[in-house]
């Protein structure tokens, strides 16, 4: 940031006084009036700042640095040759043991972030203390309608103020002095299940937020608030209206487009359809679009959600809209009638290419579907598209930009079985990718995770759990065979060649959830992996030049910023997510990983050590002298699935995140147990009633499956009975 002269101050003070005299008491108009003021605010954010990055290496003031987000820091002071003297500088412990997704954002030498549960903190970025905390209170019964964690990617930044969303749906902003609230608005319909996740962008003065949700049945789209008052500006609907008709939305103008796309029946008229905008945004200034990726159709299965086919417009896109109003300019549909959940809402990173002697304005994604996608992000032309992983539900991509898809991929027509390749987790997830301009890289967590589909022949909708309009699999109860499962799944950091359309280099890890990527000037790229250790590789070669622990797993990205000559990495760590929660024994490839939630930071010399991390908290799983019912325990452990393993781990086993439920004691009492599911017992720790879904019965199958599965684990040695 810019420093100051004691004349500078000096003139600054008269200007304050006069102001003083005046009666204007606004600081803010002071700031914007005087630019060489705005650094003596807190957290001051602003068009000048956002395009002087290049001569401003001190500070990340948006989620991906850049509107571009690039992920790329031109600061070179820690570099591939001196590196592995990388040591910590400090570290702060995080008052959550939920998953850390966020990107830590960094001006003026304050550091804010956001946790789980959507608290933000204010810490000094030389020192590690504690400036200010702010907890949005999230009712713990929230975490019923979120598919993936109590998680949070991020905040933003903009002329003095934090904004967050909140996971049940707020869109907050405090003041960056002291975490004050300055607004706060419900930009979701509290009675539906909505949630948020993503991080907000501030593009011209408005607060860009999505949401999510389109699991369990919501329409989805985004919003643009005022920065300053916290009016909403527009509103774009990812989906049509259910009748075709407007509604007084940016979306309107699309509606003669998308309706067609939609059949006249289907389950999407009472969900909305999906197409939530959880996360991917990118800005380009001189095109003036604002870029955002959308999600997967609601139910999953298209025969469900619209029967008779359709692309289903705009679920699983990239749309380019006007800032200013949200008035659609272009769209682009990487999975047209999306039935796998194949999200677009992955990272999108926008980078100017040389491709066939021109030099190109080029937008990059790898979603879901495993396709690397370069288009034109001024005119949304779609340039090229190549398998970035192994992929079976598609063979390639045409000539117009659509895939060429394999019949068998179309279980909800076939009605049949269907193991694809990716499954719902994604050739790519969240987990952020960059893009070095030194090398012409983009560097991408990538992984291999198999899925069954199956059709859910009576599929009705529910008001408490997923609507997906697939049986979800589970693993069988057999350790030989879910040891060979698990050999199949794979996680890599991958460096692809966006114009070659071809991998450069590889670094495998055993296991997938990988986390987010930052590359620097000094020819490097950092990345945390599940099982929790953190690299740094050469951006051109991948040779591993640098590993420390991280005390835990690591699924958030990394930052870097410069204060006083030095340069810093840092990293917010804690384990987590959807995978931990839900793949239960297969979150252990990489070992079991305990949450230990904090934010690391780094510099060259740096001595600091980390405490002893926890023990990974086995399940003390005994003989409850309580022999379930096979007829039982068979009925409930489709619903189980349906309904707890979400949560509570594929087969009743716990990924570690949260209690197994194998060790509970409540298994063995059928009206302890009642008291929890049915009536609400452990609401206040986010654990519901599902008595508007599960009868007595049903209860009492879930529980028998259960008992089942902690038999079943003792006979596996996994635990030993009680003496």
């Not at 998953?99 to 946790?115: K, R």
């Not at 070659?500 to 495998?508: F, G, I, N």
Request: hydrophobic letters at 40%.
């Amino acid at each position: 940031m810019k420093t100051f002269s004691l004349s500078c101050m000096v003139r600054l003070a008269c200007i304050a006084a006069a102001l003083h005299l005046a009666g204007c008491t606004d600081a803010q108009k002071g700031a914007e009036q005087d630019p060489e003021m705005a650094p003596l605010r807190h957290g001051w954010v602003d068009e000048q700042e956002m395009a002087s990055l290049e001569d401003d290496l001190g500070v990340w003031p948006s989620y991906g640095r850049t509107y571009s987000e690039q992920r790329f820091s031109p600061a070179s002071k820690i570099n591939a040759a001196n590196v592995s003297r990388l040591g910590l500088s400090w570290y702060f412990d995080l008052d959550t043991s939920r998953g850390q997704e966020a990107t830590p954002l960094i001006v003026d030498g304050v550091i804010y972030l956001s946790t789980a549960w959507s608290m933000v903190k204010a810490i000094d970025a030389r020192t590690g203390d504690l400036i200010w905390s702010y907890d949005p209170e999230v009712p713990r019964k929230t975490l019923v309608k979120a598919c993936c964690d109590a998680v949070n990617r991020g905040v933003a930044l903009w002329k003095g103020r934090v904004y967050v969303g909140s996971l049940d749906g707020r869109l907050i902003a405090l003041d960056a002095k002291d975490g004050s609230v300055a607004w706060s608005v419900r930009t979701t319909d509290a009675g539906k299940p909505y949630t948020i996740t993503g991080a907000p962008r501030v593009i011209k003065g408005r607060v860009i937020i999505g949401n999510s949700g389109a699991e369990y049945g919501v329409r989805g789209y985004i919003s643009a608030y005022d920065a300053e008052s916290g009016e909403l500006d527009w509103r774009f609907y990812t989906t049509p209206s259910k009748d075709g008709k407007p509604e007084g939305a940016a979306s309107d103008s699309t509606l003669a487009m998308t309706y067609p796309t939609w059949s006249k029946g289907g389950v999407w008229r009472e969900t909305g359809g999906g197409g939530t905008v959880w996360d991917a945004m990118a800005y380009d200034p001189e095109l003036d679009l604002l870029y955002v990726g959308t999600g997967n159709g609601g139910p999953w299965n298209r025969e469900i959600r619209s029967p008779g086919g359709g692309d289903n417009l705009f679920i699983s896109s990239i749309l380019a809209l006007r800032p200013d109003t949200g008035d659609y300019v272009w769209h682009y549909q990487t999975t047209p009638g999306d039935s796998w959940d194949y999200t677009a809402t992955q990272h999108i990173i926008l980078a100017d290419l040389e491709m066939n002697g021109a030099v190109r304005k080029v937008l990059m994604q790898a979603p879901k579907n495993g396709f690397f996608y370069v288009l034109d992000r001024e005119t949304g032309e779609f340039l090229s598209a190549e398998p970035f992983a192994p992929i079976n539900w598609a063979s390639h991509i045409d000539a117009n930009g659509r895939p060429v898809e394999n019949p068998m991929a179309r279980y909800p027509e076939t009605g049949k079985d269907w193991t694809a390749m990716p499954g719902p987790p994604g050739a790519h997830n969240w987990n952020p990718m960059a893009f070095n301009p030194d090398t012409g890289l983009v560097y991408i967590p990538q992984q291999e995770v198999g899925f069954v589909y199956t059709p859910e022949a009576d599929f009705e909708v529910r008001d408490r759990g997923f609507n997906l309009g697939v049986i979800h699999p589970h693993l069988p109860d057999d350790a030989a065979l879910v040891n060979q499962i698990g050999k199949t799944l794979k996680g890599a950091l991958i460096a692809w060649d966006p114009v070659l359309q071809k991998e450069a280099w590889r670094h495998q890890y055993p296991g997938p959830g990988n986390g987010g990527v930052l590359t620097t000037a000094g020819n490097l790229v950092f990345q945390g992996a599940a099982g929790g250790e953190l690299h740094a590789f050469a951006a051109d070669t991948g040779e591993l030049l640098w590993s420390a622990p991280a005390g835990t797993g690591v699924i958030a990205p990394p930052i870097s910023y410069e204060l006083d000559g030095e340069q810093y990495i840092a990293w917010l760590v804690g384990w987590g997510g959807a995978f931990p929660l839900a793949a239960g024994e297969m979150s252990f490839l990489s070992g079991k990983v305990v949450n230990a939630s904090r934010l690391l930071v780094f510099k060259l010399g740096g001595g600091k050590e980390l405490p002893e991390s926890p023990s990974f908290p086995e399940p003390a799983i005994v003989s409850h002298n309580v022999t379930p019912v096979l007829a039982q325990a068979k009925a409930g452990e489709r619903k189980y699935t349906q309904y707890c393993g979400m949560c509570h781990g594929d087969s009743a086993v716990s990924g570690g995140v949260i209690a197994d439920l194998r060790a509970s004691g409540a298994i063995a009492d059928e009206e302890v147990w009642k008291s929890i599911v049915l009536d609400g017992a452990l609401s206040g720790l986010g654990m519901v009633s599902f008595a508007s879904e599960l009868s007595e019965e049903d209860a009492e199958e879930i529980r028998a499956y259960v008992l089942s599965r902690a038999a079943s684990s003792i006979d596996r040695n996994e635990a030993q009975p009680a003496q």
